[in-house]
């Protein structure tokens, strides 16, 4: 959880020549995931260390999505979530999970 909160953290809570800063002043690139799902699911990749300890070592692009409010009125938060367990794609889990949620989320 750590790591992540690291990833997350705003740029500015970074001290100057942080070597995770470059992570945190990532601009996500958002496009539609699947021309047959809604316009509101949007897909980007974001780059991270393969090992958070030596941020400056291997790195990856990790595939994220998420399903994006119509308008600010609607606008929350924002909703993490993690599919977990390998060999199984997460990248449709905002969507699939969408009915199952109350409708303020």
Not at 34 to 59: H, I, M, N, Q
Not at 85 to 101: I, N, W
Request: aromatic share 6%; net charge neutral; charged share 20%.
């Amino acid at each position: 959880m750590t790591t992540l909160m690291a990833a997350l953290t705003p740029v500015t809570a970074f001290a100057a020549g942080d070597p995770l800063q470059q992570y945190a002043q990532q601009k996500l690139r958002w496009e539609r995931c699947d021309t047959g799902g809604p316009a509101t699911f949007e897909c980007a990749k974001v780059k991270v260390p393969l090992d958070y300890s030596d941020p400056g070592g291997r790195k990856f692009d990790l595939a994220i999505s998420r399903v994006k409010a119509s308008g600010a009125k609607e606008r929350h938060g924002v909703l993490l979530m993690n599919p977990g367990g390998p060999g199984v794609p997460g990248l449709t889990m905002p969507v699939e999970m969408e009915p199952l949620l109350p409708a303020e989320v």
